[in-house]
């Protein structure tokens, strides 16, 4: 038993032909990146309940370990109290800034009060500072200065690398008393 077969025209077979094009490059364009955004959104939320649940069995943790930094932070580093000194003590005050520097062997390039930095209200006055040296001598430095009883705090604090060692520039504030 043969079968007859319908007659097609050619324009029909390119009309069937283009809507068959069509129908490819609407899944190309418009279901694919859609497919693709999905699984990238999938990997993303299985990534991120991966750092929540290594987050929760870490989060006890840092709380245990902050609490016993912050008790030896307490015990080592009680806060001193600032005394401020005379106007004619600046001077006295900076050179015994030099003298902690060169104790720990850091050069210093300037240790220089600013005049017109001296606040009547509050009393602070900013020196400039500039030394150079090893890091690790310059770490040393800064817990010595903490013995200046008349600093206030540090101001600007700029640490650069160089050659044979860092610079270190910085200004503090001392209290003065003014009359």
Do not use: W
């Amino acid at each position: 038993m043969a079968k007859n077969a319908l007659p097609v025209s050619k324009e029909t077979l390119y009309k069937v032909g283009i809507c068959i094009g069509i129908l490819i490059a609407f899944i190309l364009v418009l279901i694919l990146p859609s497919i693709t955004k999905e699984k990238r959104l999938k990997h993303q939320i299985l990534q991120t309940q991966a750092d929540i649940q290594r987050q929760e069995i870490l989060f006890p943790k840092y709380i245990t370990l902050q609490a016993e930094l912050n008790k030896s932070i307490v015990k080592n580093l009680p806060l001193p109290e600032i005394k401020p000194i005379g106007e004619e003590d600046v001077n006295t005050v900076t050179a015994q800034i030099e003298n902690l520097a060169t104790k720990v062997n850091l050069t210093v390039n300037e240790v220089t009060p600013d005049p017109y930095s001296l606040s009547q209200v509050t009393g602070a006055l900013g020196v400039n500072c500039e030394f150079f040296g090893d890091f690790q001598n310059l770490h040393t430095f800064l817990i010595s200065l903490g013995s200046v009883s008349s600093l206030i705090h540090i101001e600007t604090f700029d640490v650069q690398e160089g050659k044979g060692g860092v610079l270190c520039s910085m200004r503090i504030l001392l209290s003065v008393a003014t009359g």
